[in-house]
């Protein structure tokens, strides 16, 4: 088509090179084929995947540009079917795999039985942990020599820094640009140790305060105020730790606004839903390999940075939501809280919604006395005028803020 008509046949004479602003395009289009291809296997049990959780997910392979992996279950024959679906796929459009780049990774195979494989074929055999999109799968992330590559990263950027005449505001810039923002990448979903922390700020304090190889000075101010930011008098370097934490929690946050995403998908197969229908239950097996179980851990801090607006009440807790102006009630009134048999329960628990105006079962286990009577008055009144509506669902929304970061937006409410 020329300016809207059809002008017939015209024949390419120099393709697509590389570094064309089209090329990432037009590989996107041809490898979600492949893609394509393994739910076809799949559908016709030539191949399958790895299944896991309560509800059997099937996960066969992960792609992200052209850096894929296939995970396929305990049969040697569907090691051989997927081999044929690659060599078909190459020969339909004409790609080639680079085979050096490749290996054959096993769970609880002989170290034989994979050479035998991975030999036929032309890879090589990997060892766990492997890497995947710059990520150690099946690593340690409480092992020093997990954060090897980012205290090795962020010390040759210092070599290279080393001879640049820098001043101290300089030495600043690139800490806030550079230094801080390396470990970013592996801090999103692992959490780091507190010695590797104390490793990266001592690098950090000693470039900023001393440079490199001029000697050791003395350190003017305490790092923790350096760290803060410039409001509260700092320079606005930010702590690792409380970033670390942030960018754990976001997880917590894309959970209920991704549901059909894969990772949400396997998330709920393997841990199930809590009860209110937004979140994921914490993990409870004890091992050092599970992220979801660091991410989890910090469930409670994210319900602090959340508002509730309330509708049939049937998803918000009573006691533990911060779903009024006064902030979280079993905080605000302690000793009610302890005194009532209705835990970690939905708003509609303690009131008949087809009642008005609502009559308010606290349960609580025993008959108060006058100190604990004037506080259940004091509760009432910031309850007073509060109505239910059994035809609008309940919403959570917020804003998650952080004292060194502000990267978390406003979300929708959910």
């Known amino acids: 088509m020329i300016n809207g008509w059809p002008r017939g046949k015209f024949l390419a004479t120099r393709g697509v090179r590389q570094g064309d602003p089209l090329s990432p395009l037009l590989f996107t289009l041809v490898i979600d084929v492949l893609s394509r ?8 049990n030539l191949i399958h995947g790895l299944f896991t959780g309560r509800d059997s997910v099937e996960v066969s392979h992960l792609q992200f540009a052209d850096d894929t992996i296939f995970l396929i279950g305990d049969k040697e024959e569907y090691w051989f079917n997927l081999l044929d679906l690659l060599d078909s796929f190459c020969l339909i459009f004409g790609l080639k795999i680079n085979k050096s780049k490749c290996s054959l990774v096993g769970i609880g195979r002989s170290p034989s039985y994979l050479n035998r494989l991975a030999g036929g074929w032309g890879c090589a055999v990997g060892d766990w942990p492997m890497k995947y999109l710059g990520l150690p799968l099946g690593g340690n992330p409480k092992a020093i020599v997990f ?4 205290l090795k990263k962020v010390q040759r950027r210092l070599q290279k820094w080393k001879r640049a005449f820098l001043s101290r505001g300089g030495r600043l810039t690139l800490i806030q640009a550079v230094l801080s923002s390396i470990p970013t ?5 692992f959490k780091m140790p507190a010695s590797v922390v104390n490793k990266l700020e001592k690098l950090m304090r000693s470039f900023l305060w001393e440079g490199v190889e001029e000697g050791k000075r003395d350190h003017l101010v305490k790092w923790e105020r350096v760290a803060n930011s410039k409001d509260e008098g700092g320079l606005g370097v930010g702590s690792l730790k409380e970033k670390n934490e942030a960018l754990r929690t976001k997880w917590l946050w894309r959970f209920p606004m991704e549901p059909n995403s894969l ?7 393997k841990y199930g839903s809590a009860t209110n229908g937004w979140d994921a239950n914490p993990a409870t097996m004890v091992t050092s390999l599970n992220p979801w179980k660091d ?5 409670q801090t994210f319900l602090q940075c959340c508002s509730f607006e309330v509708g049939n009440g049937n998803r918000v807790r009573f006691w533990e939501d911060s779903w009024v102006r006064e902030g979280l009630l079993k905080d605000s009134f302690p000793r009610l809280f302890a005194l009532s048999s209705k835990h970690s329960l939905s708003i509609d628990c303690f009131v008949d ?3 008005l105006p609502h009559n308010w079962d606290f349960g609580f286990r025993r008959n108060l006395n006058e100190r604990e009577t004037v506080k259940v008055i004091t509760l009432l009144e910031i309850l007073e005028g509060f ?4 035809s609008k669902r309940d919403r959570r929304g917020g804003i998650l803020r952080s004292r060194d970061l502000s990267l978390a937006s406003p979300f929708s409410p959910f």
């Open 263 to 269: 990772w949400a998908t396997v998330v709920k197969s």
């Open 295 to 299: 991410i989890s851990a910090g469930y």
């Open 37 to 44: 291809l393994m739910e076809k296997a799949q559908e016709f």
């Open 147 to 150: 954060w090897d590559p980012v």
């Open 185 to 189: 990448y592996y801090m999103s979903l």
């Open 353 to 355: 919604s087809q009642v």
């Open 387 to 390: 109505r239910l509506c059994a």
